[in-house]
């Protein structure tokens, strides 16, 4: 079984760039303190490199 990473929303995407929000959509993330667990795969990871400033990350 492949691990999973869970991703927490941690600032607001109000006033972030498009392609943020879009990327934060992707994973489902659309509210603040909302928990998302996703497989760890290197597309997923390139998603949160790009937003890591507004998610926090832990490994499970």
């Known amino acids: 079984m492949a691990s999973k990473i869970k991703i927490q929303?941690?600032?607001?995407?109000?006033g972030r760039p498009e392609k943020h929000r879009k990327i934060l959509?992707?994973?489902n993330l659309t509210?603040?303190?909302?928990t998302v667990e996703l497989e760890d795969t290197p597309s997923i990871r390139g998603m949160v490199q790009k937003v890591k400033h507004l998610v926090?990350?832990?490994?499970?």
């Open 9 to 14: 929303l941690v600032r607001s995407m109000i």
């Open 31 to 34: 509210k603040i303190n909302r």
């Open 56 to 60: 926090k990350v832990e490994d499970i």
């Open 25 to 27: 959509r992707g994973m």
